[in-house]
C-alpha cells in the first residue's frame, strides 16, 4: 500500500465505501490521517466499521465542521446531473473534494526519487492500450505495475521503486475530480460520445478528459488526432511543451510534420522530422485484431518510445501480447467458424470498430442502449450477415437496426445457440453488444464470462 503523504494528524473524510473508497482510507490512515468514512448503503459502512474506521453522516449538518479534506469515489457524481449531497455540504464548508488519483499523485517522491508514470484516457481503447503498454514493459525487462481503471487499485500498489514504472488507466470521472495530475506520459486515445450525462454533454466530457493536460501537463504528450479534439488538444501541447514533445497517433496519412506514428492498410510506421524510423506489420498478430487495436498499437508504442524503449523490443511485446479479456478476445474456433467476445464494446463507437474487424459477422448485440442509438453503425452493417438480439429492449433494438437482418433470440443462451447453427466456416459469431449490460448482467464482464461459458458448452455437446 502506498501511504497517503501530507495528511498526518489531520481530519479527512471519505465517501463511497466500495474498493476504491475503503482503500484510500487505508492509505490515508496508513499516513497518519484520521478517516471518517461514509456510504449511503449499508455493507459499505459495516465493511468499514468492521476495520475500525469512524463512520459519520457526511449529509447532516455540521459533518465538515473539522475535515480537511474530503475523498469521493469516482461512481458518486459530484457535478451531473446532480451533485451528491455530501459533496455539496463540502463545497458549502469550503471543504476541498479530491479522489484516490489525487492522494496517489500528491504521495509520489516523499521517500526519495519517484517512478515513472504514465497515465491512459480516451472513450475507446484505454484498457487495451494500458494491458499492451504493461506487457511491452514487463517483457523489455522493466518493472512495471498496471493500476487505475484496471487491475490494482492505485494506493493498494506496494510502495514503487525510482525504476519503476506505473501504468494508469485514467477514466473521464477519475481525471475530472483529481487535484494532482503530473504523470511523465499522458496518453490520449481518442473521444466518442459516452457518459454525457454525468459531464453535462460532450463538451463537458470532452474538458474532463482534456484535464490530463492541463497545467502545463505532461512532460510528453501522446494524442490520437483521428477526432477534431485530438488535433486540438495536440495543437495545444505542442505550444505548451514544444514539438519534440508531442507525438501524434493516427489510423491514417498526417500532413502534420512531427514525431508521429501511424497505422495504415495494419502497417505501424514511427516517422520522425520526416524520416521514417521503424514500421511493423500488424495483421498477423493475433493479440491486435483490427483497425482499433492498431490504434491501441500505436499508442502504446508512442508510449513505450517516450520511456525509451527500442523498436525491436517493442515489437517483441506486441506479438506476445495475449490480449484482454471481452476485448476482441477469441474464446473459440469451431468447425472452421471464430468466437470473439467483445463484451466490453458497451458503446455503439467501440461496436463499430469490432464490426470492422471482420468481414462476415454473426453478430449479438443488445442490452441498454445509451444515448444516440445505432445510427453510427450503419458504414458497418456490410459486414454483418445476422444480427442477433439480446435483451429486454430485443426488439426496438431489431427495428432500429434497419437494414439488418434480425432474430429476436432475448438471452445469450438462445443468441449463442443459433448464431451457432447459422454460421458458416470463415465467419465470426461476435459479441458486441453496442449497449450496457445492466439489464440481465451486473457488468460487462459477467456478460462476456457467460458468452464465453455458452460457447464452450456447444463444445461440449458436440
Not at 455530501?86 to 504521495?107: E, H, K, M
Not at 521503486?161 to 481525471?175: A, C, M
Not at 453478430?363 to 454483418?384: A, Q, S, T
Amino acid at each position: 500500500m502506498i501511504p497517503v503523504r501530507g495528511f498526518d494528524g489531520a481530519t479527512v473524510a471519505v465517501l463511497g465505501l466500495g474498493r476504491t473508497g475503503l482503500t484510500a482510507a487505508r492509505a490515508l490512515r496508513a499516513g497518519g490521517a484520521h478517516v471518517l468514512a461514509w456510504d449511503d448503503g449499508a455493507a459499505g459502512r459495516d465493511a468499514a466499521e468492521a476495520e475500525g474506521f469512524e463512520l459519520r453522516d457526511l449529509t447532516r449538518a455540521g459533518a465538515f465542521e473539522d475535515v480537511a479534506t474530503l475523498v469521493t469515489s469516482p461512481g458518486i457524481p459530484h457535478l451531473y446531473p446532480a451533485p451528491h449531497p455530501a459533496i455539496a455540504a463540502a463545497w458549502d464548508a469550503g471543504v476541498a473534494v479530491d479522489n484516490d488519483i489525487g492522494l496517489f499523485f500528491r504521495s509520489l517522491g516523499w521517500d526519495g526519487e519517484a517512478p515513472r508514470v504514465v497515465a491512459i484516457t480516451g472513450s475507446n481503447g484505454k484498457s487495451t492500450t494500458s494491458a499492451l503498454l504493461h506487457h511491452v514493459l514487463t517483457q523489455a525487462g522493466r518493472t512495471a505495475h498496471l493500476a487505475g481503471n484496471i487491475g490494482r487499485g492505485v494506493l493498494d500498489l506496494d510502495p514503487p521503486g525510482p525504476e519503476d514504472v506505473i501504468v494508469l488507466e485514467l477514466s473521464s470521472y477519475q481525471i475530472e475530480l483529481a487535484r494532482a495530475l503530473t504523470p511523465d506520459v499522458g496518453v490520449f486515445t481518442n473521444l466518442s460520445p459516452d457518459h454525457l450525462d454525468r459531464h453535462g454533454g460532450f463538451g463537458g466530457y470532452f474538458a474532463a478528459k482534456r484535464r490530463l493536460f492541463a497545467e502545463g501537463g505532461p512532460d510528453r504528450a501522446v494524442i490520437g488526432v483521428d477526432e477534431n479534439e485530438g488535433r486540438f488538444l495536440a495543437m495545444q501541447m505542442q505550444e505548451a511543451r514544444g514539438d519534440d514533445r508531442v507525438i501524434r497517433v493516427s489510423t491514417g496519412k498526417l500532413a502534420t510534420p512531427g514525431w508521429q506514428v501511424t497505422a495504415r492498410k495494419g502497417w505501424l510506421a514511427e516517422t520522425r522530422k520526416g524520416r521514417q524510423v521503424a514500421s511493423v506489420d500488424l495483421r498477423d498478430i493475433p493479440g491486435l485484431p483490427g483497425r482499433h487495436n492498431h490504434q491501441n498499437a500505436c499508442c502504446a508504442w508512442a508510449a513505450a518510445r517516450s520511456l525509451g524503449l527500442g523498436p525491436r523490443e517493442i515489437e517483441a511485446g506486441l506479438r506476445s501480447y495475449p490480449g484482454l479479456p471481452h476485448r476482441s478476445q477469441v474464446v473459440a474456433e469451431r468447425r472452421g467458424v471464430t468466437f470473439v467476445n467483445d463484451s466490453k464494446a458497451t458503446n455503439v463507437d467501440a461496436a463499430a470498430q469490432a464490426l470492422a474487424a471482420f468481414p462476415r459477422i454473426r453478430w449479438i448485440v443488445g442490452g441498454l442502449v445509451k444515448e444516440g442509438g445505432f445510427d453510427r453503425l450503419h458504414p458497418h452493417y456490410g459486414h454483418v450477415v445476422r444480427a442477433y438480439v439480446i435483451g429486454r429492449e430485443a426488439a426496438g433494438i431489431a427495428l432500429a437496426l434497419g437494414p439488418v437482418k434480425t432474430e429476436i433470440c432475448g438471452d445469450m443462451e438462445t443468441a449463442v445457440a443459433r448464431a451457432a447453427t447459422d454460421a458458416e466456416p470463415g465467419e465470426t459469431v461476435l459479441l458486441a453488444p453496442a449497449a450496457a449490460s445492466f439489464d440481465q448482467y451486473d457488468n460487462f464482464e459477467r456478460r462476456g464470462e457467460d458468452f464465453a461459458a455458452r460457447v464452450a458448452a456447444l463444445d461440449d455437446a458436440g
